[in-house]
């Protein structure tokens, strides 16, 4: 196997006494969609910006694209786009202008920037709006743009920060269309998001809950391994009643609400389907419909943090 | 080098959009001429003033009237006892007081030595100073032209005695003007306190808008963006020195003897210094506000030290020693040098060379802060 475009060893950071990112390993693929997935202040950004070489590591180890992060940081940057997870352009610059500058920041040639313009426009959907100034743009042009600039010299690596972060659900998923064409061109993604349903657009995922790895693989593996309890989603009356109701219940290992239908963990699916329709039906509530499902990477995710947490209180990593 | 006239573009791209940059560019630092050249005047004249004859005598009316009419006191009020003297001055209605004692004609008459007290407020001791000497100049012409009359007397006719009188002269600023003197400093001020807040709110506002951490992933070398950041605000205290120079000149009539290549290299010299602390103040800086009270922090002692109104020769020893490191000190006396003396590079190159060598310091010292982090 060539050698991985990212390569992680208990790496950690510390402000002070709180540690932000707590001996984190992990290894990325070339080429591959890398998600970095958890709450807010669970350590991702802090954990990107040490690999950007932005802030140095407290300890542990870290090369990225084949150069240590520590001794030779500028050799990385070369090797790197980086999109922070706020709008970090020059907003009182075009978006011509913005291009332009990032270039010569990049050392490009007057030639391979006029090349690449063209390209990025197309890229960020701006194609005549190059004299704008880039403040005026709404937030999901803002980090398309951002994401056309921070790909402008061709890295072979990118990190992007939250970069679906605030834009509606529409934008979202372009944006990812957008990832997925980086990763056809070879280029190796490295992404962090706190919306959970975003893990499944990518290769390899690894879970970071209070500055620690909780769960790692690719959306299928987690899926199949992590859970091995079957879920049954439930279609019934009363969703919230009904809930509380199974909530109470020693057979019941989980539950969970998920648009109108229910989440619920069982020790056996058959004997699960029957007890959950006794048990409802008693209350008067019918029950349509409780099919066995694949669990969801949210039931993954929940299910681990709860699992490293003792108890629920997990809620919050749902977006 | 790519990467450096990048920046430098794109400061100058942003700074032509800035709505600020005109009035930081060209009025305030009129504003601050005008005010500081009119204020900043250090002539004294008209000193608020109290007279008090308890002799009332022919000879005390004539050395009162003398003073009077020098014009370098207006008489507010003329009490007749010692005792109503002390409101004046306590109230602040006058600064000085001139008491001429009983006796005071019939000494004189008597060829003995006579005197006049002289009271003033210590607590406005420019003004104190300055009319205290005028007081006494008075009182030893008096008395000079007193001793010629009674020698005449004496000696009756024959060749007259010299009158030596030992004349003052002032060079170089002949009116005495302290406007003149102020002025060429006012630029040197302007200048400082343009350059510093302009470098370091450069640098810390990119650090608030978040551009800083896009700019550390780049390649571009700490050098280089330093280079970048601080080339147009070299231009622009250049440019703003000319335009200072020029107000100087047209509305107040400042002489600019020396060379204007030389006053313009002095500049050059002194902005390394103060671009240099732009930069340093940058580095300690997280907010805009943070620098704009660090930057304060910083010119506060660069003016005091720096002999902007008190000269550093007349500094306690400690503050002179200290002063050596103020660039200032060395800008100030190269720059009324130049305006005022028409001074050359034959009194100027040491000047020249602590500016050099300062400011090279400095800019060792900000360089070596400056680090691509965010921490
Ligand atoms: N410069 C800093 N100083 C102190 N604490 C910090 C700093 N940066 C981040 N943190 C803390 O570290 C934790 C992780 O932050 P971050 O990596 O930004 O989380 P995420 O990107 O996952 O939301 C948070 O609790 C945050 O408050
Ligand atoms: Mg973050």
Redesign the interface.
Known sequence: MAEPAIEVRSLTKRFGDFVAVDAVSFEVERGRIFGFLGANGAGKSTTI?ML?????PTSGAATVGGHDIRREP?RV??A?G?M?Q????????TVA?NI????????L?RRALAERLPWVLGLAGLVGRERSLTRTLSVGWKQRLALG?AVLHEPRIVFLDEPTGGVDPASRRRFWELINGLSERGITVFVTTHYLDEAEYCNDIRLIHAGRIVAGGSPRELKTSVIRNPILEVACDRIVEALEILQKEPWVLETSIFGMSLHISVEDEEEGRRLIAARLGREGIAVHRADRIMPSLEDVFIHKIEEQAGTGEAGEARP | MRAVLSIVWKEFVQLRRDPRLFPVLFVSPVLQILLLGYAANLDVREIPSVVCDLDRSAASRAFLDEFVNSGYFTVRARPERMADIDPYIDGGRAALAVVVPRGFGDKLAGSKPASVLIIADGSESQTATIGVNYATSIANRRAQRIVFDRLERVRGPGPKPALVKAEVRVWYNPELRSRNFMIPAILGLVLMIMTITLASMGIVREKEAGTMEQLIVTPIRPYQLIAGKLLPFTLIGLVEAGFVIAVARLWFGTPLRGSLALLFLMCLAFMLNTLAMGLFVSTVSRSQQQAMFTTIFLVMPMILLGGFVFPVENMPPLFQLVSRAVPTRYFFVAIRGIMLRGAGWPELWPQAAALLILGTALFALSVLRFRKKLD
């Open positions: 910006r950007c070489g932005l802030l140095d500028e940057k070369r790197i980086y922070s706020r709008f970090s352009l020059y907003g009182d610059l202008e332009g500058f990032f270039g010569g920041a990049y050392g040639s600039c």
